[in-house]
């Protein structure tokens, strides 16, 4: 993900962040309200405020991560969690506007307006990322990615080489990546995702005989779960 990518992502989860807490508000001044006037919340206003605690829980979990975790690679959101958000955006967007319309303060379609877009935003985020889901290439068990344009890392000379099947999960391989390789979450993430959407990746080591023992221990890892992952050390001659 590059610059822009990540400063849309930060803006998108800021606004997501926002209306999450002012979801939150307008939840506990209803409730207040209701408590004030009727002395007992009606199953309408009971609704309502269920909504916008929804809301306001999905929209500043997303937000959070959106903002704050902002350098893994690939989507950071699954597509339905996308399509979630956008319909968060859809729901505040429309009652906002039926607001404005029954008050006739017409500055709201702006916000309404405003979220609409974020929302039409975030359902194309979610194509995105369901068709890098759908598209991930494996490649022949005998193939090397040393000789494969855009691999191989600059300096590299000896290392393990992660090849990508679709049977192993993901969250395997990450774990795999820190318990063996001693990468740290984010960038046991990131590897896996490149592994995900390159077809392997290659991981570069001191010696040789480190990269013999890391692939032996990425590859005795995954026979115990009975997952076909393969890594292997390889080197430049």
């Known amino acids: 993900m590059g610059k822009n990518g990540r ?8 606004v997501s962040l926002a209306f999450g ?12 309200r209701q408590f004030a006037i009727r002395g007992i919340v009606q199953v309408s206003a009971a ?25 893994r690679d690939g989507s950071l ?18 009652t906002l506007a039926a607001i404005g319309l029954g008050r006739g303060e ?14 039409f935003g975030s ?21 090397s990615l040393l000789w494969m344009k855009g691999f191989t890392p600059a300096g590299f000379s000896c290392g393990i080489e992660i090849m990508n099947d679709s049977l192993t999960p993901m969250a395997f391989v990450v774990s795999a990546l820190q318990n063996c390789v001693g990468l740290s979450e984010n960038d046991a993430i ?21 990269s013999k023992r890391v692939a032996e221990l ?10 076909p992952l393969a890594c292997r050390a390889v080197r430049l001659e």
């Open 47 to 71: 609704a309502a405020i269920v909504m916008f605690l929804s809301i306001s829980a999905f929209c500043c979990l997303v937000g959070y991560r959106l903002v704050f975790s902002p350098n």
């Open 77 to 94: 959101l699954s597509p339905t969690g996308w399509m979630m958000l956008a319909l968060c955006f859809c729901i505040i967007g429309l």
């Open 21 to 32: 807490i002012a979801s939150a508000i307008l939840a506990v001044w209803a409730i207040d």
């Open 218 to 227: 990425v590859t005795a890892e995954a026979r115990s779960k009975n997952h």
């Open 106 to 119: 017409y500055l709201l379609f702006g916000a309404a307006l405003g979220l609409g877009v974020l929302g």
């Open 190 to 210: 990131r590897t896996m995702l490149e592994i995900h959407t390159k077809g392997g990746a290659l991981l570069p080591m001191p010696t040789i005989e480190e």
């Open 123 to 143: 359902v194309l985020a979610g194509r995105a990322a369901s068709s890098k889901l759908l598209w991930s290439p494996v490649f022949p068990p005998d193939t």
């Open 7 to 14: 400063l849309i992502t930060r803006i998108i989860g800021g």
